[in-house]
């Protein structure tokens, strides 16, 4: 079964489908909606979300995992949720069971350049046209 979902239309090679193999079983993607992804740093929301996907966790998780975005991304987590998923954002999974993988591909607002001057980032072997760096 695979579950296919866009919260607007693509437009071909805008789409970050092309970045993804045929055969995954989920992928949910939003264009422009960071309104959308918003209510998502409420805490009690993040813990419902867990709750519901079978991850249970506490106040002191998600309280945690925003200092680790503050600490790492250098910017509040609202900040960093318009800055990296505000333009385009698709998650990407091998299905909707707990124990299954998911990746989260993004197409950050502005330029990526001036985010890995501003990031510690390390450079990765990289293969062909794709950069990679550790955060």
Excluded: K, Y
Excluded at 30 to 40: Q, V
Excluded at 50 to 59: D, F, K, S, V
């Amino acid at each position: 079964m695979a579950f296919l979902a866009s919260a607007s239309v693509s437009h071909g090679a805008d789409s970050l489908a092309v970045h993804v193999p045929a055969d995954v079983r989920l992928f949910v993607e939003l264009e422009n909606a960071p309104d959308l992804l918003l209510p998502l740093l409420d805490p009690e929301a993040w813990l419902t979300l867990t709750e519901l996907l079978g991850q249970p966790a506490r106040r002191a998780d998600a309280d945690r995992w925003a200092r680790q975005v503050q600490e790492t991304l250098q910017m509040p987590p609202d900040e960093a949720l318009r800055t990296l998923f505000g333009r385009r954002v698709a998650l990407v999974g091998t299905g909707l069971q707990p124990d299954e993988e998911a990746v989260v591909l993004c197409r950050p607002a502005g330029d990526p350049a001036e985010l890995l001057r501003r990031w510690p980032v390390r450079p990765l072997p990289s293969t062909g046209q794709t950069s990679v760096f550790r955060l």
